[in-house]
């Protein structure tokens, strides 16, 4: 199963680099260009994993963390959040869920890569929980 992914960021040519990055590793991929875009394609897409840039135009990251936390918690969607290097030094008050990992720029794009897959790798009980064909019996 092919899994959706967002990217909500404010640089144009970024997001191009992460869309084609990503799509090469096997993801479909969906793009933000500012926050009440981004909020708009998570109600549309539910993407299994948004990477949101702290900068994003129209409501910042701070705006769109804040409605999934209050009012969209039903989406329940992992958020990877991008930051310029200058701002990893106030990113503690945001990393709270759902935002599951930060990436400082400039960042390699294998480490995008490894934050991306680490938020959608299942827990080990929503393994087992898949793995259950009836209560009592467990394969794996």
Same mark, same amino acid.
């Given at each position: 199963m092919i899994q959706t992914l967002l990217i909500a960021e404010g640089d144009p040519d970024l997001r191009d680099v992460f869309r084609e990055f990503l799509t090469r590793e096997g993801y479909r991929v969906e793009t933000a260009a500012d926050a009440l875009d981004c909020v708009k394609k998570v109600r549309e897409v539910m993407p299994a994993v948004l990477v949101l840039d702290l900068g994003l135009l129209w409501g910042g990251a701070d705006g769109v963390l804040a409605w999934l936390r209050e009012g969209a918690a039903m989406f329940g969607v992992p958020v990877v959040l991008t930051a310029p290097a200058g701002e990893t030094r106030n990113l503690t008050r945001l990393i709270i869920p759902p935002v599951v990992s930060c990436l400082s720029k400039p960042f390699a794009l294998t480490a995008l890569l490894a934050s991306v897959r680490s938020a959608v790798a299942p827990t080990e009980? #929503?393994?087992?929980?898949?793995?259950?064909?009836?209560? #009592?019996?467990?394969i794996g």
């Open positions: 009980r #929503e393994t087992r929980e898949q793995q259950c064909v009836y209560p #009592e019996f467990f």
